[in-house]
Antibody
């Protein structure tokens, strides 16, 4: 069974940094398109970033220059390094597999940016 | 950036009836469109990709249609477990991948 488990969320002050992790089982992160998608409280879905199988990375304009997506093939884990956080980054962050539709999702990890 | 607009925002339908949800793209996305279902407290679930192909394990009462800028998700004979929020998402012109704002399907 394919499974994604996010971790690393929490309460962080504005301007702070946080690294999210997404541990995969039943699928190989390095051979898949892997995304981060977030959902602010009571809001819709917002795509954040993707890392392609070949390693290319892409970002939403709202996070470009502040967030970095990466993966550790030996740990079969996806990461999202988030810097210069603002209140607008408060959300439930999901990792998800897929390019032509995202067909495997984790349960998410909550990031709250507040002083 | 392609803007995805879903309508209506809320749809009230009785169990057993048909629901029709719409999604419009601000420019053509060909057939590069997916539909997701999200229930409270759960992650989204892929229903449809390629505008009309059902994802693995999705019941055939869910069907997608359309291409270009106009898309429809139809749920025939609504079951109690189908009441949820539905999102469309384009993956034709990226980055960014863009989602619609969602349609809440509620029990009438």
């Amino acid at each position: 069974e394919m499974q994604l488990v996010e971790s690393g969320g929490g309460l962080i002050q504005p301007g702070g940094s946080l690294r999210l992790s997404c541990a995969a089982s039943g699928l190989t992160v390095s051979t898949n398109y892997m995304n981060w998608v977030r959902q602010a409280p009571g809001k819709g879905l917002e795509w954040v970033s993707i890392i392609h199988r070949g390693g290319s990375t892409y970002y939403a304009d709202s996070v470009k220059g502040r967030f970095t997506i990466s993966r550790d093939n030996s740990k079969n884990t996806l990461y999202l390094q988030m810097n210069s956080l603002t209140a607008e980054d408060t959300a439930l962050y999901y990792c998800a597999r897929g390019f032509y539709g995202m067909n495997v999702w984790g349960q998410g990890t909550t990031v709250t940016v507040s002083s | 950036e392609i803007l995805m607009t879903q309508s209506p925002a809320t749809l009230s339908v009785s169990p057993g009836e048909r629901a029709t949800l719409s999604c419009r793209a601000s420019q053509s996305v060909s057939s590069n469109l997916a539909w997701y279902q999200q229930k409270p407290g759960q992650a989204p679930r892929l229903l449809i990709y390629g505008a009309f192909s059902r994802a693995a394990g999705i019941p055939d009462r869910f069907s997608g249609s359309g291409s270009g800028t106009e898309f429809t998700l139809t749920i025939s004979s609504l079951q109690s477990e189908d009441f949820a929020v539905y999102y469309c998402q384009q993956y034709d012109n990226w980055p960014p991948y863009t989602f619609g704002q969602g349609t809440k399907l509620e029990i009438k």
